[in-house]
């Protein structure tokens, strides 16, 4: 009951989303991570979400309203994981196509090229946020020539 209670304290949206559509299947075993040990069981999340949102889970809707894995029809994204991030286990790590890449950021934690820069960027963000907009400035310059 002590990891539901602290699960019920996160803000409304968040597990809302997560209830509706957004299912994110994490469990956790207390001796390959610094949590308290709690296998991931999906009929007992399931009725958490029925009994506090009213919302019938979903946990096939992504994959299927977005094909899951299958990014074959997809262009023009950058994936970037940081190296110590725990949820680039359940991201894109490895390049799909020429416009659809992954980025693995050493050193460095969750989404840290999306903030300001400062000058404590380690050298890795520094590269990434290049790449990334090179990255931007090629998909326009593609558009353009295409629609010029």
Known sequence: ERER??????STHPRLCRCSGLMMPFGRDGKQDM????????????????????????PRWPAL?????????????VFSNGALDPWKTGGITHNIS???TALLISDV??????FFTTEQDPQAVTQAREYE????????????????
């Open 65 to 77: 309203n977005y094909g899951g894995w299958d990014l074959s029809a997809a262009s023009n994204l």
């Open 35 to 58: 949590f308290w040990p709690q296998p991931w069981d999906e009929a007992a999340e399931a009725a958490d979400c029925f009994a506090q949102w009213g919302a019938q889970a979903r």
């Open 109 to 114: 934690g969750h989404h840290i090229d999306l």
């Open 98 to 100: 020429d416009s659809v």
């Open 133 to 148: 907009m090179r990255q931007v400035e090629l998909w326009v310059q593609q558009h353009n020539a295409r629609h010029t």
């Open 5 to 10: 209670a602290s699960e019920r304290s996160m």
